[in-house]
């Protein structure tokens, strides 16, 4: 039996971001894959990107049979990715064959036929073929397509190839299982979803069967971008990890950026902590995570603000008006700034694309901005919700210390964290900024409302945005009520 290193050296890439991780690492070398799906989900590119992959990437020869396709038409495709197999072809590295079922099966893979030529002039180690669904027009008697398709697999598996075969389905139904898929070693469907909300049909991918491995199960979002295509798997499936702390966690307080809110933590946040800043919209909880990111970087440590909200260009506007250091938030700076995708975008792929930047930066400062942003978002609420928590888990895991911001509804009146109590629960820290009305204006007050293994100060302190950013005054006068928004006169005059 191979030991755990064995079987891990015995994995290939497939070269589609993302889908490694489902299949629990890569294809087992000399295993035979279906691709299976409707009509334009994806799998001949799925195919194609695993061919190039090896060859550019693993140094693997590739075969590709195509039973719809003339060869030109799959270049021509491929360059819409960046991939150049006439080029593979000429350094003999890939042969592409245009053919057709019963061509394929009568001659190119008897004895000495077309197939072992190839085998011979190129050495191949990885092969797809597409489609195995036009193997019905071979034969209509279901016993010799089945043995068609087994001996496929067996002299692909008895020259150590490992290979795609796509096969298209007429509908998405999971519970329709067809043969194909007991002779393969994996399976990979390939399917839509229409979004009610939207009306936008979404990509998704799924391993339903993977021998001797284990995969991540459920449904998990594909897109097909200029690159071919990317996999991103679903937060809750626990597969975001996260890069293993840069540094042993230490026990000194970091500093927020605001000295009256250090005061009021007892020192300040602790190194691996995650801090709820919630508040309603205008309240300064971009602002506060600005401060916090640049305070880091005059102490020469990296910083992450995920914008789901601001440009680039918003984010320097205000950084420069707030008199903090521009040159943190230029390209190469102390402050790397992710941007987040559209609100149609579905949650789960902003949140695998915000682990990637986490696993590149591996920032020791973090600030994302704001997560009631995705809760927004279109999609299933319970779901949604479960890849809050799966986000939120991913950042801790990180060991940076993280500043969620959160914005409430209205202006004033009581307020909820985004995700309730679960996600109030997962956080070390929670700080509200609120307006409130005093004499006829609207002023600014700031609380701790909780503050893990910390004695932190219960005052509600008013506070002012100026130059650096937010700083906090003394607590209010003669008024009681302040997080009602409604505040009332007390019976004691004067400060605290």
């Given amino acids: ?69 003339f060869p030109h038409e799959i270049f021509r495709d491929a360059r ?17 064959v245009g053919t057709s079922p019963d061509v394929f099966s009568r001659e190119t893979m008897q004895p000495g036929g077309l197939f072992d030529q190839l085998m011979e002039e190129i050495l191949p180690r990885r092969v797809l073929v597409d489609s195995i669904s036009l193997m019905a027009h071979v034969t209509r008697d279901p016993q010799e397509l089945r043995e068609l398709v087994y001996g496929l697999r067996n002299c692909f598996r008895r020259l150590g190839l490992t290979a795609m075969m796509t096969k298209e389905v007429a509908s998405a139904d999971p519970e329709v299982i067809p043969f ?9 469907r390939l399917s839509y979803r229409l979004i009610p909300e939207s009306g936008d049909r979404l990509r998704e991918v799924e391993v339903t069967k993977s021998r001797t491995q284990a995969h991540v199960s459920g449904r998990h979002l594909l897109e097909i971008g200029p690159n071919g295509l990317t996999v991103y798997p679903a937060p809750r499936a626990g597969v975001l990890g996260a890069p293993a702390p840069h540094a042993p966690l230490g026990t000194e307080p970091v500093t927020s950026g605001c000295r009256g809110l250090d005061h009021m933590l007892r020192g300040g946040l602790l190194p691996g902590s995650l801090t709820i800043v919630a508040g309603s919209t205008g309240v300064g909880k971009t602002v506060l995570g600005l401060q916090f990111l640049h305070a880091g970087a005059r102490q ?20 420069a008006s707030l008199g903090l250091p521009l040159e943190h938030l230029q390209p190469g700076g102390a402050i790397s700034v992710f941007q987040g995708g559209s609100m149609q975008e579905p949650v789960g792929m902003t949140i695998a694309r915000i682990a990637r930047a986490v696993k590149e930066v591996r920032p020791q400062r973090l600030v994302l901005d704001a997560i009631s942003t995705l809760d927004r978002r279109p999609g299933d609420r319970l779901q949604v919700r479960a890849d809050l928590v799966a986000l939120l888990d991913m950042l801790r895991a990180s060991g940076a210390t993280c500043l969620v911001c959160d914005e409430t509804p209205g202006i004033i009146g009581g ?33 701790v409302l909780k503050a893990r293994c910390v004695d932190h100060d219960k005052e509600i302190r008013e506070y002012v945005i100026g130059q650096g950013g937010v700083e906090l005054k003394d607590k209010f006068r003669v008024a ?8 009332v006169r007390a019976d004691v005059d004067g400060y605290f």
């Avoid at 755990?4 to 295993?31: F, H, K, S, Y």
């Avoid at 309730?420 to 204006?441: K, Q």
Wanted: charged share 20%; net charge negative; glycine share 12%.
């Fill in 1 to 69: 039996m191979a030991t755990m290193d064995n079987a891990a050296t015995d994995l290939l890439a497939t070269g589609v971001p993302g889908l490694d991780d489902i299949l629990g690492g890569g294809l087992r070398r000399g295993a035979c894959a279906l691709l299976e799906g409707v009509p334009g989900a994806g799998k001949t590119t799925l195919g194609t990107q695993f061919i190039h992959h090896g060859i550019t990437a693993c140094d693997e020869p590739g075969l590709i049979f195509s039973f719809e396709e």
């Fill in 80 to 96: 819409a990715f960046g991939w150049d197999l006439d080029a593979l072809e000429r350094q003999d590295k890939l042969r592409v």
């Fill in 180 to 188: 194909e898929e007991y002779v393969a070693d994996a399976v990979i």
């Fill in 300 to 319: 020469g440590q990296r910083g992450l603000l995920i914008s789901l909200e601001q440009t680039a260009d918003d984010l320097r506007r205000a950084t």
């Fill in 415 to 447: 307020f909820a964290v985004t995700g309730g109590a679960l996600v109030s629960a997962m956080a070390d820290n929670i700080v509200a900024m609120r307006y409130v009305e005093l004499a006829s204006a609207m002023r600014r007050a700031l609380s």
């Fill in 480 to 487: 009681t009520g302040l997080l009602t928004g409604a505040p």
